[in-house]
């Protein structure tokens, strides 16, 4: 590990922009170098958004989720993160992420903030499944100086959660075959991936479409948030 990666005089400035219906917001921030922006997503990216911005996929209790890539290389310190090199899908060495970015503010005002934070680390770095998100790291985002105003936490990004893929779907084209076989691809990952939990002594408490990612050029499904965990 880069323990220089760490530095606060280390970290980068950059901006992203949230697009929700009613107004157009810039969010600045500092985050670790390895990170860029991924133009690529055309689902989810807003064509406005410019080249160098990060976008925001959503808003939430503790915080925003950006999207990204990542040059995993880099949290390996085995790459030298000022010169990455350019993205190509193939490269398996380049991870499209979701950024966790929780308000340390809105962390410390609820009395289970920072347990939900601790328990998604924790669950992220020992388990390790097919039918789970993979969890890359996490890591403090300082203000310049030596405080800590965000914790950002980096997994794998899926194409949809479940919510999102079936309002998108128009499943009277599907012949009743074709449907059966795809809701029981759907359970059959969605139990192996409980299972896995059950035998290792978890219980995810939260199971819920948008709980549950979906990756649809593999057909895979993951189970995803586990600040509720036990």
Known sequence: MNVARFLPESYVQSLAHFLPEDRVETVHFRHLKGYTPDISDKASRNPATPDDHFHILAKGEFGSIVAALLYYPSVDGVANPNELPKFEAKDEKWKRVVCKRYNVERLEKLNDGYTRLIREIEFGRF???????????AFPEFDGTTKITHYWLVSERMDYNMEQYFRMQDYKKLDRKTFLYLIGSFLAQLLRGLDYLHQNGTMHRNIEPQHIGYNQHRSQLKILNFGLSR
């Open 127 to 137: 388990h390790y499944h097919e039918s789970i998100v993979k969890y890359y790291e």
